[in-house]
């Protein structure tokens, strides 16, 4: 077994003695990777916060930020993080921004807006995809110039498809017509234009769930059953029947989000089957507790013991969680 502790100590003695700013940099991130692995170990590591946020070198700052959202109680990490959104190094405002977006709290909003005119793109981005959480539309024009983003293209489009404001139809319809489009990013367009009411988006999805093969087959399966499209039940129930398809648990999970009580004794069955994949049986239980069934979500507390990776487990209890 791994000695997290051992591993612990050499990270702080390369940030103490290293001077190659790439290893240091890798061991402030393996600190953080060490605390946020497990949640017991945190005061094992809340000393390191202010050494890490006084460090000269920004990519060890910006994992000190990190690190504090893990080891920190709430309301003192956002206190932390709303007096590190001026800070001058762009790196640390990205972070402090980003992990306050992930927290989709009502009064982060003013915080966040406020962050939506810096003068760096990402971080905009993160303000913007941050209130779009909160269902407010005032990020919408940072989050439709983000589509012209390479990298911050596919997260926008899950930013709009949450936000859900039919302005934005017209710029992700010109996504969606683009010319060699990466794969991925044309599905999700798809499931905004679905979420927004355009059949084309619809269609799309549908299309790519009849791929024998496809990387984005996968998300295109499990978008069909969250936008609610026509014809979903029956496409997901045919995925979910076949156990050589590898998109079986992308199948469930969308069955979930689909929300059709009809899906119930399906996704049972495959809970209860101890010879399918775990992996398809997690996603089984996934489906299940978003489905929001008491039946379901007493069967899938039951069927805890019957998966023996810690993993799944894991997985189970963060989802039980979310459902508190």
Do not use: Y
């Amino acid at each position: 077994m791994t000695d997290w502790r051992a591993e612990r100590d050499r990270a702080l003695l390369a940030l103490e003695n290293e001077k190659r700013p790439a290893f240091r940099a890798e061991a402030a991130e393996q600190l953080h990777h060490l605390a946020a692995e497990v949640p017991s170990r945190a005061p094992e590591f809340t000393e390191v916060v202010p050494r890490m946020l006084s460090d000269a070198q920004p990519e060890v700052k910006r994992s000190g930020i990190a690190l504090a959202t893990v080891v920190l109680p709430q309301e003192e990490a956002i206190a932390l993080l709303i007096s590190r959104l001026r800070d001058e190094e762009s790196l640390v405002r990205l972070e402090a921004t980003g992990r306050l977006a992930d927290m989709a709290r009502p009064e982060l909003r003013g915080a966040l807006a406020g962050m939506l005119e810096d003068s760096v793109p990402e971080v905009r981005f993160e303000a913007a995809r941050g209130i779009a959480a909160l269902k407010h539309p005032a990020g919408l024009e940072v989050l439709i110039d983000a589509l012209d983003a390479d990298l911050l293209r596919f997260r926008a489009l899950g930013a709009l498809a949450e936000l859900e404001d039919a302005r934005a139809l017209p710029a992700v319809k010109r996504l969606f017509g683009r010319w060699l489009l990466p794969a991925f990013d044309k599905t999700q367009a798809a499931g905004v234009l679905a979420r927004l009411g355009d059949a084309d988006g619809a269609a799309h999805l549908l299309q790519r769930t009849r791929k024998k093969w496809s990387q984005d087959r996968a998300l295109a399966v499990e978008l069909l059953g969250e936008v609610k499209a026509p014809g979903a039940l029956e496409r997901l129930k045919a995925i979910l029947d076949e156990p050589k398809d590898s998109c079986r648990g992308a199948a469930a999970r969308g069955l979930g989000r689909l929300g059709d009580e009809r899906a119930l004794p399906w996704l049972l069955a495959l809970l209860r089957d101890v010879n399918a994949q775990e992996e398809d049986r997690l996603d089984a239980a996934d489906g299940l507790w978003r489905l929001g069934v008491p039946e379901g979500r007493e069967h899938v507390r039951a069927a805890v013991s019957t998966f023996t990776s810690p993993e799944a487990r894991q997985e189970l209890d963060d989802l039980f969680q979310e459902g508190t």
